[in-house]
């Protein structure tokens, strides 16, 4: 009897060990349509599917209404227009946390604050509030005693990094390291919070399609890449996109900060330009994910993290703005109908097979990349560049690269240290090679070469030391 209670004590603890390995998932809720089913309705869709944790935007009043009881974990985000009040005046901050966080915990589970979103990238130059707006929240926090069960933190993307390839380079832009990278780092050390990032491998797939294969890029199976700097293989590039950001934070000291994955997704479709928007890789990409998720192990250089990710996003939004990728990310329909089946819990996965087949163009066109080696076309009949207006002045130009080099999906790799591009080493030329790869990336389509004012369009092939600049992709 004493060995079949040790033996059951031990596939206890097992047990408990093995689901401890495990990551979490949970999706965004935006709601940019005018479509959408009501927040009660929403919060059933949720608990059918098994989600458990959601992330929405804002601090709506009835999303958090109808969250109350359901036993969904909740993170609610302080926009960045309110980032300069929250960061100048304690008593908005407060007033913020009473009205949007206490007033509804813990009937509605809020387990975390995200204070602004993508921050670096904002236009509106917000960076320089960030981090007195996230103490500021903290401190409201700890006078509702809430600090402890409620964390902060501030999602980062991928765009604030320098240096992403290999993931052993990883390394923060130098301009934002001691400005607001190491003062978050500090932040979420002293209060016990995660790094909060947003991983879109389907943007490096886009831009760089002819070297990145799109199995690799859809988690299938692959013989997998050898990171040149530390040896490790990767097989799947979001693996390798989130080892970049734990080694930027090694490089920096801060190895004990975890990370959650605030926004990663695939869209369902796009415009004929955004390679490898379908159906069937948005089922693949996300399937996979979750999968890899779900059966536990970190990355290979964090092989015992465990990762928690929001699918990005619940349902299609047919008011965005931009490319017509941005209103097909959804998981569902607004009729609640799932875009493609995928499972998203454990349970689920038992009898989930990744049926998607590779399309790696939009709709049923196929594409073939150039056969060039370096996949660009250096053809010059007829062509037209994008370069930066020397004149818009240092903030607008900055502004404009970070943008192109982050959402906007530029190959900026011949730009960074070392690379072809890198001399000259000034904001002009990285920018004028920037705002081009984007142009070139939109198939030079009209109004593709503005950045606000900061770029305009010319016929000869612009001098920049000895770089070349691309006149397709």
């Not at 089922?283 to 929001?310: E, F, M, V």
């Amino acid at each position: 009897m004493d060995y079949l209670r040790a033996f059951i004590f031990l596939v206890l603890i097992l047990s408990a060990i093995s689901l401890s390995e495990a990551g979490s998932i949970g999706v965004n809720y935006g709601r940019i349509s005018d479509e959408l089913p009501s927040a009660f309705k929403v919060v059933q869709l949720l608990k059918s599917q098994g989600i458990d944790r959601v992330k929405i935007f804002d601090a709506d009043p009835a999303v958090l209404k109808a969250l109350s009881g359901s036993g969904i974990r909740v993170t609610v985000d302080l926009p960045n227009e309110m980032l300069f009040s929250a960061a100048k005046r304690p008593s908005f901050a407060a007033t913020w946390v009473k009205r949007n966080v206490a007033a509804y915990h813990p009937s509605t589970q809020i387990e975390s604050v995200a204070v602004g979103n993508e921050v670096f990238v904002d236009p509106h130059n917000t960076t320089k509030y960030l981090i007195p707006a996230m103490r500021n929240i903290h401190k409201a926090l700890v006078g509702y005693n809430l600090h402890s069960s409620i964390k902060i933190s501030s999602p980062l993307a991928l765009s604030a990094l320098q240096n992403s390839y290999p993931s052993s380079s990883g390394s923060f832009r130098p301009e934002l390291v001691d400005l607001v990278i190491k003062p978050m780092l500090d932040f979420l050390r002293e209060t016990g919070s995660r790094l909060m990032i947003n991983v879109y491998p389907f943007f490096a797939y886009e831009g760089n399609s002819d070297v990145i294969p799109l199995d690799y890029a859809l988690l299938k199976e692959n013989p997998g890449m050898v990171d040149s700097g530390n040896g490790l293989r990767y097989f799947n590039l979001f693996d390798a996109q989130i080892d970049a950001v734990f080694a930027a934070m090694s490089a920096l000291k801060y190895d004990d900060i975890e990370i959650i994955v605030t926004e990663t997704g695939w869209p369902s479709k796009g415009d004929e330009n955004e390679i490898g928007a379908s159906v069937a890789n948005a089922a693949s990409y996300n399937g996979n994910l979750i999968r890899r998720i779900l059966t536990g192990g970190g990355t290979p250089l964090r092989p015992k993290a465990d990762l928690t990710i929001y699918l990005f996003a619940l349902f299609n939004e047919n008011k965005k703005f931009g490319p017509t990728s941005e209103r097909n990310y959804g998981l569902f329909f607004p009729d609640e109908k799932k875009v493609y089946d995928i499972p998203f819990t454990q349970e689920g996965l038992k009898h989930y097979r990744d049926g998607g087949h590779n399309t790696p163009a939009t709709g049923n066109q196929q594409v073939t990349p150039p056969n060039n080696g370096g996949g660009v076309s250096k053809s010059l009949t007829g062509s037209t560049w994008c370069v930066a207006n020397g004149d818009a002045g240092k903030d607008r130009l900055q502004g404009g690269l970070d943008y192109a080099c982050g959402d906007g999906g530029a190959d900026c790799r011949p730009i960074q240290r070392g690379a072809p591009c890198y001399s000259p080493d000034t904001l002009e030329a990285h920018a004028s090679f920037a705002f081009n790869s984007y142009y070139q990336k939109k198939g030079r389509a009209g109004g593709s070469c503005y950045f606000g004012g900061a770029a305009y369009v010319v016929s000869q092939p612009p001098k920049y030391g000895r770089c070349e600049f691309p006149t397709g992709y």
